[in-house]
């Protein structure tokens, strides 16, 4: 597998948001929803396990620039990155603890006792007035006295935009050296029959939790990158707004589970297929979404890539992975 | 030398002794022809020795090391392999990948080594030229032969195969027992093979015969010894095995 396409792509977009600022909060947008189907691919692609607490995943990477800012003034610019790196710890952290209790578990039990942690999570934080609590945090203040004004506003624009193009990159990368690696092979045999995996001398649950891992840093690092450094504030509704782990699936799904491309064309069209119901329809996104993905799931069960894939010559498929 | 002993183990589910205290002992290189009727405690057995179920009492020792605990994987590292009764491959890989997963887990090889070793076993086994297709794309037969070659990547000191000739022609049937005989004799593989039926096949094959029967040993010798107990041809065949 060649990973240059994918990459390109992140490449140029972050391009765009340095040389047209003014449309780098679109860039956002679109490369949040790429960026989060990437990571969730990671895990939910690479392993067929649903994750439903994974929201709490994009949370922690929040709360880890949000604390840092708040609690730990006169950092300087270096607040940013000490943020980022607590954020992604406490997402890692997070899932080495669910997952080691729950990987054990096959598919839908897995989902089950996953529900609890994103809700869980949030009703600890607003019920025990931990991190500003049910009113979050609000960073616009201590980004300018930490940053200064104008570097505030340019970290909160584009310095936003690029940071999620570089997760969406990043996992790009990670989906490169997993897949051409022991650990690729591993997850290939474990997602198509576990049993057998097992007997063959696979242990799963070291693969489950690494993929798991893996891709919860990376939705910590869009956490902190989307809600805390692009909208200066960390509020537990939004943080821990249930229906990103669907978005992120939804994308996942309209390119292609476990491919790498997928999630970048899938964000496209998950996008601004929602921009135009949003516009014709008020209201009816998650409606009409809802049905745009049920087609899919239906009629090209591979996703847009992966039936591209199916196509393509075994060279031209190593350029489109 | 001996390989696998299995001593006084029990498997119990729920009421019913599915494996009743069951104790032989294996060599290197024997090949060793488990038979019973449907229901008998073989797939059972097999399962214990290869970790899918912990016995209730008793143990097993693999190269003179209690493996009773193991979990499977751990025991596959050590050098058992296993082919299923129902082939199970990874429809969505290649050929090639599917034999690669054997040689990098069960096998321990890096994954360049593990390629060639994948290859080699690919083109002993005459599936070679397939080694670009999904697994899922390939026949009965052809999936049998991918078993094999999965499990001799992994460069097993012992092979579990699972009832592998149920669903096979006589012909294909023949040309498995060369090519497991082959691969015995060549490589000092041991192995214990589940047999339900097709008894023309177990001759030619095992060196040893044991005859399970409500999850009891009933007889155990050479394949001709065991199969004419009277005790077995009564409870088992009904008839004196021709």
Same mark, same amino acid.
């Given at each position: 597998?060649?990973?240059? /396409?994918?990459?390109?792509?992140?490449?140029?977009?972050?391009?765009?948001?340095?040389?047209?600022?003014?449309?780098?909060?679109?860039?956002?947008?679109?490369?949040?929803?790429?960026?989060?189907?990437?990571?969730?691919? =990671?895990? $939910?692609?690479?392993?067929?396990?649903?994750?439903?607490?994974?929201?709490?995943?994009?949370?922690?990477?929040?709360?880890?620039?949000? $604390?840092?800012?708040?609690?730990?003034?006169?950092?300087?610019?270096?607040?940013?990155?000490?943020?980022?790196?607590?954020?992604?710890?406490?997402?890692?952290?997070?899932?080495?603890?669910?997952?080691?209790?729950?990987?054990?578990?096959?598919?839908?039990?897995?989902? =089950?006792?996953?529900?609890?942690?994103?809700?869980?999570?949030?009703?600890? /934080?607003?019920?025990?007035? =931990?991190?500003?609590?049910?009113?979050?945090?609000?960073?616009?203040?201590?980004?300018?006295?930490?940053?200064?004004?104008?570097?505030?506003?340019?970290?909160?624009?584009?310095?936003?935009?690029?940071?999620?193009?570089?997760?969406?990159?990043?996992?790009?990368?990670?989906?490169?050296?997993? &897949?051409?690696?022991?650990?690729?092979?591993?997850?290939?045999?474990?997602? &198509?029959?576990?049993?057998?995996?097992? $007997?063959?001398?696979?242990?799963?649950?070291?693969?489950?939790?690494?993929?798991?891992?893996?891709?919860?840093?990376?939705?910590?690092?869009?956490?902190?990158?989307?809600?805390?450094?692009?909208?200066?504030?960390?509020?537990?509704?939004?943080?821990?707004?249930?229906?990103?782990?669907?978005?992120?699936?939804?994308?996942?799904?309209?390119?292609?589970?476990?491919?790498?491309?997928?999630? =970048?064309?899938?964000?496209?069209?998950?996008?601004?297929?929602?921009?135009?119901?949003?516009?014709?329809?008020?209201?009816? &996104?998650?409606?009409?979404?809802?049905?745009?993905?049920?087609?899919?799931?239906?009629?090209?069960?591979?996703?847009?890539?992966?039936?591209?894939?199916?196509?393509?010559?075994?060279?031209?498929?190593?350029?489109?992975? | 030398?001996?390989?696998?002993?299995?001593?006084? #183990?029990?498997?119990?589910?729920?009421?019913?002794?599915?494996?009743?205290?069951?104790?032989?002992?294996?060599?290197?290189?024997?090949?060793?022809?488990?038979?019973?009727?449907?229901?008998?405690?073989?797939?059972?057995?097999?399962?214990?020795?290869?970790?899918?179920?912990?016995?209730?009492?008793?143990?097993?020792?693999?190269? !003179?090391?209690?493996?009773?605990?193991?979990?499977?994987?751990?025991?596959?590292?050590?050098?058992?392999?296993?082919?299923?009764?129902?082939?199970?491959?990874?429809?969505?890989?290649? #050929?090639?990948?599917?034999?690669?997963? !054997?040689?990098?887990?069960?096998?321990? %090889?890096?994954?360049?080594?593990?390629?060639?070793?994948?290859?080699?076993?690919?083109?002993?086994?005459?599936?070679?030229?397939?080694?670009?297709?999904?697994? !899922?794309?390939?026949?009965?037969?052809?999936?049998?032969?991918?078993?094999?070659?999965?499990?001799?990547?992994?460069?097993?000191?012992? @092979?579990? @195969?699972?009832?592998?000739?149920?669903?096979?022609?006589?012909?294909?049937?023949?040309? @498995?027992?060369?090519?497991?005989?082959?691969? *015995?004799?060549?490589?000092?593989?041991?192995?214990?093979?589940?047999?339900?039926?097709?008894?023309?096949?177990? *001759?030619?094959?095992?060196?040893?015969?044991?005859?399970?029967?409500?999850?009891?040993?009933?007889?155990? !010798?050479?394949?001709?010894? *065991?199969?004419?107990?009277?005790? #077995?041809?009564?409870? %088992?065949?009904?008839?004196?095995?021709?």
């Amino acid at each position: 597998m060649k990973p240059y /396409i994918p990459l390109g792509i992140y490449l140029a977009l972050m391009a765009a948001a340095f040389a047209a600022p003014e449309y780098s909060k679109l860039i956002a947008s679109v490369a949040f929803f790429m960026a989060l189907g990437q990571a969730v691919n =990671i895990f $939910v692609g690479l392993t067929r396990y649903v994750d439903f607490g994974y929201v709490a995943f994009l949370a922690m990477g929040a709360y880890g620039v949000g $604390v840092v800012l708040t609690y730990l003034p006169g950092l300087g610019l270096a607040a940013l990155p000490v943020g980022i790196a607590l954020g992604v710890a406490m997402a890692a952290a997070l899932a080495a603890v669910v997952g080691a209790i729950a990987l054990r578990l096959r598919g839908a039990y897995f989902a =089950i006792a996953t529900i609890g942690v994103n809700e869980g999570l949030k009703h600890l /934080i607003v019920g025990a007035n =931990i991190w500003g609590g049910g009113a979050g945090l609000i960073l616009s203040s201590a980004m300018f006295r930490e940053f200064g004004r104008e570097t505030a506003l340019f970290l909160s624009t584009v310095g936003s935009t690029a940071l999620i193009l570089f997760a969406g990159a990043l996992a790009v990368v990670a989906m490169y050296l997993i &897949q051409s690696s022991r650990a690729g092979y591993a997850l290939a045999a474990v997602r &198509q029959d576990e049993d057998a995996a097992k $007997v063959i001398g696979i242990n799963p649950t070291k693969y489950k939790l690494l993929a798991f891992m893996t891709s919860a840093s990376l939705s910590g690092l869009l956490g902190a990158s989307y809600f805390a450094v692009g909208n200066m504030q960390v509020f537990p509704e939004n943080v821990f707004f249930i229906e990103y782990i669907l978005d992120g699936m939804a994308v996942m799904f309209l390119g292609g589970a476990a491919t790498v491309t997928g999630p =970048i064309v899938g964000g496209l069209i998950y996008y601004f297929a929602r921009d135009l119901v949003g516009q014709v329809w008020p209201g009816a &996104q998650a409606l009409v979404t809802a049905l745009l993905v049920f087609i899919i799931v239906v009629l090209l069960p591979r996703g847009i890539v992966g039936t591209l894939r199916l196509y393509l010559p075994p060279k031209a498929r190593e350029w489109l992975p | 030398m001996t390989l696998l002993k299995v001593e006084h #183990v029990v498997k119990k589910f729920g009421g019913l002794r599915a494996v009743d205290d069951v104790s032989f002992a294996l060599d290197r290189g024997e090949f060793l022809a488990v038979v019973g009727p449907n229901g008998s405690g073989k797939t059972t057995l097999l399962n214990l020795i290869n970790g899918v179920y912990k016995p209730d009492e008793g143990g097993i020792f693999f190269e !003179g090391v209690d493996v009773t605990e193991l979990p499977p994987y751990k025991r596959a590292r050590l050098g058992m392999s296993r082919a299923f009764q129902v082939p199970r491959p990874f429809p969505e890989s290649t #050929v090639l990948d599917n034999v690669v997963v !054997g040689a990098l887990f069960n096998g321990g %090889y890096d994954l360049r080594r593990a390629r060639e070793v994948a290859e080699e076993a690919l083109r002993y086994v005459g599936l070679y030229d397939k080694r670009h297709e999904l697994a !899922g794309r390939l026949t009965f037969n052809e999936l049998r032969l991918l078993e094999l070659a999965r499990a001799l990547a992994g460069n097993p000191k012992l @092979l579990l @195969l699972d009832e592998v000739m149920a669903g096979l022609t006589p012909g294909e049937i023949d040309a @498995l027992v060369q090519l497991i005989r082959k691969m *015995a004799e060549e490589r000092g593989i041991a192995a214990i093979s589940l047999v339900e039926h097709r008894m023309r096949a177990v *001759a030619q094959l095992a060196h040893r015969v044991i005859v399970m029967h409500q999850g009891k040993i009933i007889a155990e !010798g050479p394949p001709e010894k *065991a199969l004419n107990d009277p005790k #077995v041809v009564e409870v %088992y065949l009904g008839r004196p095995w021709r």
